[in-house]
């Protein structure tokens, strides 16, 4: 045996061991060269400056008493505005309203858009038309869909009350988005009915990667729909949906635009979300500090309740 083989056997872990790594090596094996840097810049430098640097932002000037118009320095505050929220009966109810609009949008959404998405995924005649349609919606801005609406729901002009008390369903007119009870419902309709569409396209997305062949063999066997549904389909979704789910319900709570142009907030606060809230609070009375420390407090609590919600999910999955 040669001198050389002698000590590579020495070397712990025998002959096959490589030698200890560079930095630079460790580096380029995670991907984190000069190179891949060079190509990430285009991508990470609009999030960090649009995204990333407004967050922060936002939490620097929550604990700041900024004001529009003081002509005296932004002062370093503390938690004073985070106390202050404590106490504020407004910011809790329109946070209430908020969560309901956003659980109930994100529920309708979802068991609509899995119906739809079943049906598309069937082996159908105009398939591909009926998939087109789907999509209307979602490629609409939300200006537009909220004065399409509008319209819809004008208590004179509309076409659900004319269709309503034409069929005699109704015997007066309804000012669907200035009726104390009727806003929210109209509204969380609305939203469904903009948001519907992604999520079907997400549910059909995961629809297709279903393995034909499970399906096949259950049907073979002797389950019906639901049965075939419950053991192979659903349990093949599940990551899809927990992470459509998620998503939805953030891009739902944080809603502004739709909400905005159907009600402004009313009638009596009634649809009045928490980012209608804190923006009233910004640019009607000027207060940026306070507006910042609500924002600060939604996002705690939306990373709480997500938190929670993606844990139970992925210990179900476990198990």
């Known amino acids: 045996m040669s001198l050389t083989a002698s000590r590579a ?21 995670l991907g984190l060269d000069r190179g891949t840097w060079f190509l990430l810049l285009p991508a990470l430098i609009p999030v960090l400056v649009l995204s990333v640097g407004p967050l922060l932002y936002g939490v620097a000037l929550a604990f700041t008493d900024a004001q529009s118009g003081r002509t005296t320095p932004t002062r370093f505050i503390g938690l004073a505005n985070l106390s202050d929220l404590r106490f504020d009966s407004l910011f809790w109810d329109s946070f209430t309203i ?59 002009a509309g076409i659900l009350n004319d269709t309503l008390t034409r069929t005699g369903l109704l015997h007066e007119n309804v ?32 629809l297709q990667n279903v393995p034909r062949e499970l399906r096949e063999a259950a049907h073979l066997d002797g389950a019906g729909i639901w049965r075939r549904f419950t053991t192979v389909t ?9 992470s459509i789910t998620a998503l939805n319900f953030i891009w739902n709570i944080n809603s502004f635009g739709l909400v905005y142009v159907l009600t402004q907030g009313g009638p009596g606060g009634q649809t009045r979300l928490p980012m209608l809230f804190a923006y009233e609070e910004a640019f009607t009375y000027g207060q940026f500090g306070y507006a910042a420390a609500m924002g600060l ?22 198990v």
């Open 9 to 29: 056997d020495d070397v712990p872990g025998g002959r096959g061991t490589p030698p200890p790594r560079t930095a630079a090596q460790r580096r380029r094996a």
């Open 297 to 318: 407090v939604m996002v705690a609590v939306i990373a709480v309740l997500l938190t929670l919600f993606l844990r139970k999910k992925l210990t179900e999955d476990a």
């Open 234 to 242: 659903w349990p093949a979704l599940r990551p899809v949906v927990v």
């Open 175 to 206: 000012d669907w988005l200035a009726d104390l009870s009727y806003a929210l419902p109209a509204v969380i309709v609305v939203g469904v009915w903009a948001g519907m569409p992604q999520t079907t396209v997400v549910l059909l997305a995961g």
């Open 98 to 156: 908020g969560l309901t609009w956003a659980v109930c949008v994100t529920v309708l959404q979802f068991a609509l858009a899995l119906g739809l998405a079943l049906l598309l995924d069937q082996n159908l005649r105009l398939r591909w038309l009926a998939r087109t349609l789907a999509l209307v919606p979602w490629a609409m801005p939300e200006v537009v869909v909220g004065i399409m609406w509008r319209l819809v729901y004008h208590s004179d």
